[in-house]
């Protein structure tokens, strides 16, 4: 094929036999060998494509006997999470409420480092000139570097941590859910009785395991745009 590395046409034949089934899960491919012959290229250029299948899951190598077309794991998907891009129809019309101290309340007093003090920042954000998401972040409140309203530009939490440190050296962790909305969420968001919100939590630590930012953001039901993905590939 015209244009297209040896390794990678390799790639794609053996996943156009898995795909259309001539090779099934628990089948051993061919040795190097074999294939080195097959496709007239050498065992490093065969390892490479080989290696590009096992990383998008399509096989999985067995020391001692040759590599094995893998089951595909249909349970398992993967969340790309944007804070922007989640929202429908967002507009970057966001309106700051309050940059305080955190309350000392249960959720804080489970998330905080004893040694340090966390500021809240909290802002509503606008579809079409309606209140769609309400976002609350809390950061580490260094008394060095004061934070001031005026000061305050919306950012995601990535954004925020990253002026700090290196996004590599974090941990992060990511929760949905759906709770029943506050008496001020649904004054806030102009929320219907029965008008549904989701939840999405991250909670970002640093290599010694600290909490450097955590957030909550609520989304109206009708406006929420998350998408995950099978993480086996069934395209090329």
């Given at each position: 094929m015209i244009g297209v590395p040896l390794y990678m046409h390799l790639a794609n034949q053996i996943k156009e036999?898995?795909?259309?089934?001539?090779?099934?899960?628990?089948?051993?491919?061919?040795?190097?060998?074999?294939?080195?012959?097959?496709?007239?290229?050498?065992?490093?250029?065969?390892?490479?494509?080989?290696?590009?299948?096992?990383?998008?899951?399509?096989?999985?190598?067995?020391?001692?006997?040759?590599y094995f077309v893998k089951e595909p794991e249909i349970d398992s998907y993967t969340l790309y999470f944007n804070e922007r891009s989640c929202i429908e129809n967002y507009t970057d019309e966001i309106r700051l409420l309050e940059v305080k101290l955190a309350p000392p309340d249960k959720l804080i007093q489970q998330l905080r480092d004893t040694k340090k003090s966390f500021v809240m920042i909290?802002?509503?954000?606008?579809?079409?000139?309606?209140?769609?998401?309400?976002?609350?972040?809390?950061?580490?409140?260094?008394?060095?570097?004061?934070?001031?309203?005026?000061?305050?530009?919306?950012?995601?939490?990535?954004?925020?941590?990253?002026?700090?440190?290196?996004?590599?050296?974090i941990k992060k962790t990511l929760r949905i859910s759906a709770p029943k909305a506050t008496p001020e969420l649904k004054k806030l968001l102009d929320l219907g009785s029965d008008e549904p919100i989701i939840l999405v939590e991250q909670k970002f630590l640093n290599a010694q395991d600290k909490l450097i930012g955590f957030g909550q953001l609520y989304m109206k039901g009708e406006y929420c745009n998350l998408v995950a993905v099978s993480s086996y590939r069934q395209t090329q």
């Amino acid at each position: 094929m015209i244009g297209v590395p040896l390794y990678m046409h390799l790639a794609n034949q053996i996943k156009e036999k898995i795909n259309h089934r001539t090779l099934k899960p628990g089948d051993m491919l061919p040795s190097e060998h074999e294939l080195a012959v097959e496709y007239n290229a050498s065992r490093t250029t065969v390892r490479k494509g080989l290696s590009i299948l096992f990383s998008e899951g399509f096989i999985n190598p067995v020391p001692g006997k040759g590599y094995f077309v893998k089951e595909p794991e249909i349970d398992s998907y993967t969340l790309y999470f944007n804070e922007r891009s989640c929202i429908e129809n967002y507009t970057d019309e966001i309106r700051l409420l309050e940059v305080k101290l955190a309350p000392p309340d249960k959720l804080i007093q489970q998330l905080r480092d004893t040694k340090k003090s966390f500021v809240m920042i909290r802002w509503l954000i606008y579809s079409n000139k309606k209140p769609v998401a309400y976002d609350v972040k809390y950061l580490p409140y260094d008394r060095g570097k004061p934070i001031v309203e005026r000061e305050i530009h919306y950012a995601t939490i990535p954004e925020m941590v990253a002026k700090h440190q290196s996004l590599f050296s974090i941990k992060k962790t990511l929760r949905i859910s759906a709770p029943k909305a506050t008496p001020e969420l649904k004054k806030l968001l102009d929320l219907g009785s029965d008008e549904p919100i989701i939840l999405v939590e991250q909670k970002f630590l640093n290599a010694q395991d600290k909490l450097i930012g955590f957030g909550q953001l609520y989304m109206k039901g009708e406006y929420c745009n998350l998408v995950a993905v099978s993480s086996y590939r069934q395209t090329q």
